[in-house]
């Protein structure tokens, strides 16, 4: 089993900043790939970033230049530097973790842009 502890989510005015993390625990010895994805209301969950053991990101083209992922490999931990917000980033912000072939998600965090 793995846990997840999220945090940062929550109300910013467009063009401001937040900054989310993700610890992740459980009986694992390291995970391969970690990231985010969001999922707005009455739409499918779709990827924001991810990050390898090794480094190497990916992220979504709507995100490019502004949201940067980064890893602490030795806390499991990641986080998403998110930059210049506007109201389409509005969603909820879920974490995961693929261990083993096995995909894990954490509980999400709301983030929510608007004036």
């Known amino acids: 089993q793995v846990q997840f502890v999220e945090s940062g989510g929550g109300l910013v005015q467009p063009g401001g900043s937040l900054r989310l993390s993700c610890a992740a625990s459980?009986?694992?010895?390291?995970?391969?790939?970690m990231g985010w994805y969001l999922q707005a209301p009455g739409k499918q969950r779709e990827l924001v970033a991810t990050?390898?053991?090794?480094?190497?990101?990916n992220y979504a083209d709507s995100v490019k230049g502004r949201f940067t992922i980064s890893r602490d490999n030795a806390k499991n931990t990641i986080y998403l530097q998110m930059n210049s917000l506007n109201p389409e980033d509005t969603a909820v912000y879920y974490c995961?973790?693929?261990?083993?072939?096995?995909?894990?998600w954490g509980q999400g965090t709301q983030v929510t842009v608007s004036s």
């Open positions: 995961y973790a693929a261990i083993r072939s096995r995909a894990y």
């Open positions: 459980g009986r694992f010895s390291s995970i391969n790939t």
């Open positions: 990050i390898t053991s090794g480094g190497s990101t």
